[in-house]
């Protein structure tokens, strides 16, 4: 039967309308005395809807995979990422990652960015600001604050990754003057979707920029539904730094989805939500893509996992 593009359109509405909206993401991962087991069949809800439709799929358990797609080419990205490795995150982990979306969030707020105001909701009180920047044309924001509490110098992005040179120099100016002035504080560069990916080229940005002062093991990069940055060329280099890149997604969350892998690579340690309660973040080990974590959905993606994020709301400054 041949069929017309209408009808493959309406197809996929039938079917994937109903995996959709009816099915989220369940949390698949149970405690047992204290133990943690991932639960194979996460997504049997949509794979159910989605047989017929996606024949040609290769299955994991009962988790509808792309893995063919994703790893074919080659070789180290799948041996980078072993099932056996996959865990759920700790405590300290969770509140970790629940620091820095709250960090990023505030990033979308106008009093903070542009006008400097240290004075939102999520705008944490043992943070002191040092500044921000804006590029004047494509709406790149970055700031610089440092926690004396925890030592830490950090830069939160939100923007476009080709307006990074906009801000850059006058970031790193006031950057280097804080690192200069607290030599043993670390540097921890966050942001979320775009702001992310900001994060990831920042952080090998200032690898390079001075060795002496930002190296790897005081650097460390947090993003949340980040999307893919570079090539597997590019996802290489971020690796063989050991720089540490952790990478928070949630659920069904489009933007980690984007662009496509093969060509594009994610890079780093996956911290994938699974579900509305603190604690079901699943963890995927550091490297390329895993199979394990936010891919597992696959292509069963939406828009609105990508506004909250552990409960906070990521985009609007609510
Ligand atoms: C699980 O952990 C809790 C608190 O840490 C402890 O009280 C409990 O005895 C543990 N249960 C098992 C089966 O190990
Ligand atoms: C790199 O950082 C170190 C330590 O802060 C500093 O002494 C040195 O001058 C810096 N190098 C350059 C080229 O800025
Ligand atoms: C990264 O870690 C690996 C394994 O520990 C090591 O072989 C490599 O030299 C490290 N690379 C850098 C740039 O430090």
Redesign the pocket.
Known sequence: MKLTSPSIILTLIYFLFPTIVAHPVINNIKKQDNKTIAVENSERPALKNSDSVYDGIEQHGDMALKINLFFDSDEDAVSSSRRTDVRQATQSEIDEHIFYTKLSATAYCRTVIPLGKWNCKHCDKSLKMIKTFSSPIDDTNAMILRGDQQKTIYIVFRGFLHSYNDVRDALLETLNVQARKYPNYKVAVTGDSMGGALAVLHGLDLLNYNRTRYY?KNLQVFTQGQPRVGNLKFAKYAL???ISINRLTNKRDLFPHLPSSPPYFHVGKEYWITGDIAGTIRVCPNGLESPYCGNSIFPFTNFLDHYYYLGINVGLCL
């Open positions: 790897t063989s730094t050991n």
